[in-house]
T-cell receptor, first 115, second 114 residues
Framework: AQSVAQPEDQVNVAEGNPLTVKCTYS??????LFWYVQYPNRGLQFLLK??????LVKGSYGFEAEFNKSQTSFHLKKPSALVSDSALYFC?????????????FGRGTSLIVHP | DAGVIQSPRHEVTEMGQEVTLRCKPI?????LFWYRQTMMRGLELLIY????????DSGMPEDRFSAKMPNASFSTLKIQPSEPRDSAVYFC????????????FGPGTRLTVT
């Protein structure tokens, strides 16, 4: 079984400040971890993923995420938030050890960046 | 590539009518997913195809929902008869295969059943 938790429904941050969107996961085997962003009236858009290797993953639009195996977390971060980063963010996990080929998505976190 | 294409973008229909949503995945992608998104339930997987074969349809709500993938470049999701509780945004997504590949989502179809 696999699951994802995004403990915050909403994150508020001031423009220029660092942002963190939290994600924890549970999976039987090795995790494949993903972050997606959804802007209003749009489909989900891939940001970054962790498959193996370096725990710090860099993605689109200046976002990065850190894989922490001991804490089973994959938090999304950005050093300096922009108002245009305001959107809905989804974390997803898949069992990379050959289990289900279907990812499990979290419920999403709404990021609001204030000017 | 044009990305995943969905049609129509918006659909308004009356309860009891048949609704057909269409999806064209990215060329070369072997996996296709249909999702439904609502405020109450979030993003729900309805069905997953691999190489045009339905692999997991456990998310299909009931017999009113059916999905087909007659070839690698086309899939449909049909609701018959439609009900107001089916109102949602329906997304199609594709990925290369069963590897560690990300999904590419279409723009969605916003369905309103009155």
């Amino acid at each position: 079984a696999q699951s994802v938790a995004q403990p915050e429904d909403q994150v508020n941050v001031a423009e220029g400040n660092p942002l963190t969107v939290k994600c924890t996961y549970s999976v039987s085997g090795n995790p494949y971890l993903f972050w997606y962003v959804q802007y209003p009236n749009r489909g989900l858009q891939f940001l970054l993923k962790y498959i193996t290797g370096d725990n710090l993953v860099k993605g689109s639009y200046g976002f990065e995420a850190e894989f922490n195996k001991s804490q089973t977390s994959f938090h999304l971060k950005k050093p300096s938030a922009l108002v245009s980063d305001s959107a809905l963010y989804f974390c997803a996990v898949r069992d990379g050890t050959g289990g289900s080929y279907i990812p499990t998505f979290g419920r999403g976190t709404s990021l609001i960046v204030h000017p | 590539d044009a990305g995943v294409i969905q049609s129509p973008r918006h659909e308004v229909t009356e309860m009891g009518q048949e609704v057909t949503l269409r999806c064209k995945p990215i060329s070369g992608h072997n996996s296709l997913f249909w999702y439904r998104q609502t405020m109450m339930r979030g993003l729900e997987l309805l069905i997953y195809f691999n190489n045009n074969v339905p692999i997991d349809d456990s998310g299909m709500p009931e017999d009113r929902f059916s999905a087909k993938m007659p070839n690698a470049s086309f899939s449909t999701l049909k609701i018959q008869p439609s009900e107001p509780r089916d109102s949602a945004v329906y997304f199609c997504a594709s990925s290369r295969d069963r590897g560690p590949d990300e999904q590419y989502f279409g723009p969605g179809t916003r369905l309103t059943v009155t």
